[in-house]
């Protein structure tokens, strides 16, 4: 079972940045892709960005596109996630899954960490 770790939410001002961090205990044929998915309160999850462990192909949702930027260190089995420019509305807990590509995410998640943004 392929366990993930995040690591650095917290609370920022609007046009600051944050890095989160999500550490995986392994990579097998199951986590190929890693992505962020997010949950503001009293909405539904959405996806936030992905990448695969192999080619570093990226992909990200409309809102954040310009904004945030995610990477991967392999040697370190993490996943990164740069966000600048925040928003009140990127108020949410984000959460980092694993899957077999950037498409079928979900196999895998971690814990949450919550970002709060004010204004």
């Known amino acids: 079972q392929v366990q993930l770790a995040e690591s650095g939410g917290g609370l920022v001002q609007a046009g600051g940045s944050l890095r989160l961090s999500c550490a995986a205990s392994e990579r097998t044929f199951r986590n190929t892709a890693m992505g962020w998915f997010r949950q503001a309160p009293g909405k539904e999850r959405e996806f936030v960005a992905a990448i695969t462990w192999n080619t570093g192909r990226t992909t990200y949702a409309d809102s954040v596109l310009g904004r945030f930027t995610i990477s991967k260190d392999n040697s370190k089995n993490t996943v990164y996630l740069q966000m600048n420019n925040l928003k009140p509305e990127d108020t949410a807990v984000y959460s980092c899954?694993?899957?077999?590509?950037?498409?079928?995410?979900?196999?895998?998640w971690g814990q949450g960490t919550q970002v709060t943004v004010s204004s």
């Open positions: 899954t694993g899957g077999t590509s950037t498409r079928n995410l979900g196999a895998y």
